[in-house]
């Protein structure tokens, strides 16, 4: 979902390897780093499959383009254990694929438990009318409407009140 948010709006947030470095660490990516352009525009070309899943109808469609995505991805199951969890699990990928494979990978394998779960009415997009974020609503009743990259709710809430003094 952060990744997506690397671009919204029109804006690009991964210009250079060094923000693309950032949102790795960030997010406490593991494994292979090339820090070229080449890996930089491999990730940003993974940012539009993923948003396509978002905007997609609910059901079969959703599922249609989750398995384009699950279909160009790399695969090669890797038992593993690593200081951010400690627990042996399986990664899509060994840590010596491309960065951009594995996130593909991840974000695929996400996708399909979101449809196991039958909970695809969290994938939102925000509800503000000059934002494109997408976010998932982990709220126990499913209420939350706008992103948190950009202080939407906040704005939206002030807008309203404003509407509210003119009327
Ligand atoms: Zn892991
Ligand atoms: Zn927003």
């Not at 406490?28 to 820090?35: A, E, H, L, V």
Request: glycine content about 6%; charged content about 30%.
């Amino acid at each position: 979902m952060a990744l997506i948010n690397t671009h919204r709006d029109g804006e690009e947030y991964l210009t250079t390897t060094a923000d693309l470095t950032d949102y790795l660490d960030e997010w406490k990516t593991t494994g292979r780093r090339d820090g070229t352009g080449a890996e930089l525009a491999a990730v940003r070309a993974v940012r539009p499959l993923l948003r396509a899943v978002w905007e997609a109808d609910d059901g079969s469609p959703r599922a249609a383009r989750i398995n384009a995505l699950l279909d160009g991805a790399a695969w090669r199951p890797y038992l593993t254990s690593h200081a951010e969890m400690a627990e042996w699990h399986l990664h899509p990928n060994s840590p010596e694929a491309p960065v951009a494979d594995r996130l593909m990978a991840e974000c695929g394998l996400a996708f399909v438990d979101v449809m196991r779960m039958d909970e695809e009415q969290r994938l939102r997009i925000c509800a503000a009318q000059d934002c494109t974020a997408v976010l998932v609503d982990f709220s126990r009743n499913r209420s939350k409407r706008f992103c948190d990259t950009g202080n939407c709710g906040n704005r939206e809430h002030v807008a309203a009140y404003r509407a509210r003094k003119r009327a």
